[in-house]
């Protein structure tokens, strides 16, 4: 259901992205439209601005990423509220410049992009790799207005709440 859920979004998303190419290209030459689109994109990714669609685009065509986590967002985070207090927990997950590391699986940033009007909202693209499989999953992250002690993370309608693990 979850896959489903974020199929359609990416779907969805990727169909703005190219009904505005296509617009702008003449219906034969929409291959090679395409074809010049992804080096526009790749270089777009290589700017310092947030991720866009066209750099989501692009990297799920392949094409690297330069998106990295704002500092806020990096350190350690716990789902459980008693999960920091442990030396272990299987609820823990790190957030570093480009990736989540949780217990069972790893999650590759591929795209971000700053939620304007939202505060500190993040949206991000993930490439993960579990024990379930790889799949592309698509978060909003929330950092609360306190101090970023406890981050929301939004996914398919769903939001949990995840505990800072290190000193603010």
């Keep these: 259901?979850?896959?489903?859920?974020?199929?359609?979004?990416?779907?969805?998303l990727l169909a703005a992205c190219g009904s505005q190419a296509d617009s702008a290209a003449p219906k034969s030459d929409a291959p090679a439209a395409a074809d010049q689109a992804a080096p526009a994109a790749a270089t777009q990714a290589a700017s310092s601005e947030p991720v866009s669609a066209a750099e989501e685009k692009a990297a799920r065509a392949g094409q690297p990423s330069q998106a990295v986590f704002p500092v806020g967002y990096r350190g350690n985070w716990d789902y459980s509220d008693t999960g920091c207090d442990k030396?272990?927990?299987g609820t823990r997950f790190v957030i570093t410049a480009d990736e989540i590391k949780g217990y069972e699986d790893t999650s590759k940033l591929v795209a971000l992009e700053t939620l304007e009007g939202q505060g500190d909202a993040i949206r991000v693209v993930l490439e993960n790799q579990s024990s379930d499989g790889d799949k592309t999953i698509v978060q909003t992250l929330r950092l609360s207005p306190v101090a970023g002690v406890s981050l929301r993370v939004e996914q398919d309608g769903k939001t949990v709440r995840a505990n800072r693990c290190d000193p603010v």
């Design 1 to 12: 259901m979850k896959t489903s859920a974020v199929i359609i979004a990416l779907t969805t």
């Design 87 to 89: 030396d272990e927990s």
